[in-house]
């Protein structure tokens, strides 16, 4: 399997999850110049932009260990141009989550709200 296909793997999962859970998704894969958000999805009066990371284990670390401060600052870049797009930036409350799937012999998937 490729990384994109893990890739779009552990989205498809991330969505269903959230799904499940009450939040309706926004948008997948938001792209600017520099960079991409996997998931923006919405609860309530919080608008949830997601990192996905999907590990088949752990031997290079978790999924929310790779979420290094560049990354962090990219996705709050794309996330003020996402609110300011759609004129959302004084309607609703952010939050910068991370979903972190293990796809090993047994499937796990933490959400892990506002960790950054």
């Given at each position: 399997m490729t990384n994109k296909?893990?890739?779009n793997k552990g989205e498809d999962l991330a969505k269903k999850f959230l799904?499940?859970?009450g939040f309706s998704i926004l948008m997948s894969n938001y792209?600017?110049?520099?960079g991409e958000i996997d998931i923006i999805a919405r609860k309530d009066d919080t608008v949830h932009f997601v990192e996905v990371k999907?590990?088949?284990?752990?031997?290079f670390?978790?999924?929310r260990e790779s979420v290094t401060t560049t990354k962090q600052r990219t996705i709050q870049k794309l996330a003020t141009s996402f609110l300011i797009e759609r004129k959302l930036y004084y309607e609703v409350d952010i939050s910068f989550d991370v979903i972190e799937i293990n796809g090993?012999?047994?499937t796990t998937i933490e959400h892990l709200e506002a960790c950054f």
């Open positions: 296909a893990v890739g799904l499940s859970r792209r600017k110049g520099i999907y590990r088949r284990n752990d031997i670390g978790s999924g090993g012999i047994e």
